[in-house]
């Protein structure tokens, strides 16, 4: 590629990652094969990852005289201690699913199964979880979080505010609430 076509590459990765993490319904990343570059770009702008014990992962830009350009010199320092983000991104350190659940990057490592699926098998009984919930308030959640980590606390509580306020009217509130009271599960349609 030209340089003029390189840059264009990569803005619109950036883009689609962006994209990514701006979905207003929660992204789990499964990650049973290899994550290096811009696969872990990815996987980073998920809400959620899962990983299999022997996935290789890093982001590994700098042995090829690049830097993480899809978002990864954003993302990562956000999850991690930006020290820590940045000895992972100089070094260009490969690191398997058990050390990046050390450092936080992943919420969850299993071991690998014979059909190479494990974290997407996991990554699925989280989604159960979540779907149990109310979605508008699940939605307005990750909204609240997203947008608040990108302000001062106080900003923050303002736009949990905004946030809580969406999803007093909803019929789903008031299923929630009767569905306790009667002792019975829930059930939800995003109303």
């Not at 070094?91 to 050390?99: D, L, P, Q, S």
């Not at 659940?101 to 071991?111: A, D, F, Q, S």
């Not at 947008?147 to 008031?174: H, W």
């Amino acid at each position: 590629m030209s340089e003029e076509e390189v840059k264009e590459f990569v803005t619109g990765l950036r883009q689609l990652l962006i994209a990514i993490e701006q979905l207003p319904m929660p992204v789990i990343a499964a990650l049973d094969g290899a994550a290096l570059g811009g696969g872990l770009e990815m996987a980073l702008a998920c809400d959620i990852r899962t990983a299999a014990n022997n996935t290789k992962m890093g982001l590994v830009e700098t042995k090829l005289a690049i830097i993480p350009g899809a978002g990864g010199t954003q993302r990562l320092p956000r999850i991690l201690s930006p020290s820590l983000a940045k000895e992972l991104i100089f070094t260009a350190r490969v690191f398997n699913g058990e050390e990046a659940k050390e450092m936080g990057i992943v919420n969850h490592v299993v071991p690998q199964n014979e059909t190479k699926d494990a974290a997407y098998r996991k990554a699925l009984t989280v989604a159960e979880e979540i779907l149990a919930n109310g979605p508008v308030g699940v939605r307005m959640a990750k909204l609240a979080i997203d947008k608040g980590m990108q302000v001062d606390l106080s900003t923050g509580y303002s736009i949990e505010e905004v946030c809580y306020a969406q999803v007093i009217p909803t019929k789903d509130r008031m299923e929630g609430l009767k569905a306790f009271a009667e002792k019975r599960k829930p059930v939800y349609k995003g109303e």
